[in-house]
């Protein structure tokens, strides 16, 4: 039983409907502690590698920590958007796509403009064992096979509750300034940061996708 309301949706509904949300994020609407604690009890349900659960997860709600956060963030975005490999120009070659693309890449710079604004960052984090001194090629999918599920848990579990959520990949590019912001140690490494707050309105669609006979194969690619 939850402590808070949570939105009627099917299965069905909740996985196909769980958005990257960004302008839609109401920066004005506090989020209660307890909330973010309940969507988090069901992250750490999630499957994990070996069973190790050797994750652990930062709630950011201090407004120093959040803006310090924005700041390496909207500078990391600054690099992005301007690279070759920018998500707008991306498929070019088909206007549809294209066009699709860049209404992802003007949702993103929103986000970057105003994540010092969104009342809860949640950082999910993973710690490094057996030895290893890094995350590398060889080792990381011990640890990606368990924080992706959870964050994933947690996103679904927010979504529900009428939480939106995205999960960003530019702080992980500013490793070391987030190292610094969050105090993090050596052996530990941050995964992501999604920001959280409740979302405005109330519908959400199935995305456009590539056809599933597109991408499907079967015995062979």
């Known amino acids: 039983m939850s402590d808070y309301p949570v939105v009627d949706l099917s299965v069905d509904e909740l996985l196909t409907t769980t958005r990257s949300v960004r302008k839609r994020l109401d920066l004005t609407k506090p989020v209660p502690p307890g909330l973010i604690r309940e969507c988090l009890e069901i992250a750490v349900q999630a499957p994990t590698s070996s069973n190790l659960q050797n994750w652990g997860f930062i709630v950011v709600t201090d407004t120093a920590q959040r803006r310090a956060i924005a700041e390496v963030y909207r500078r990391t975005w600054d690099v992005i958007v301007t690279s070759p490999f920018a998500v707008a120009n991306r498929f070019t070659h088909d206007p549809v796509r294209n066009r699709q693309q860049r209404k992802v890449s003007d949702s993103a710079s929103y986000l970057a403009a105003h994540i010092g604004e969104v009342p809860v960052l949640v950082i999910p984090c993973v710690e490094l064992i057996d ?91």
């Open 131 to 221: 030895g290893d001194v890094r995350l590398t090629g060889e080792n990381s999918n011990k640890y990606w096979a368990s924080i992706m599920p959870a964050a994933w848990n947690y996103m679904l579990a927010a979504r529900s509750r009428g939480l939106g959520t995205t999960w960003t990949g530019v702080t992980v590019l500013a490793d070391e300034e987030m190292r610094a912001i969050l105090a993090l140690p050596d052996n530990i490494y941050h995964a992501t940061t999604i920001p959280t707050a409740y979302y405005t309105g109330t519908t959400f669609r199935r995305a456009k996708r590539l056809p599933l006979d597109d991408v499907l194969h079967h015995d062979r690619w």
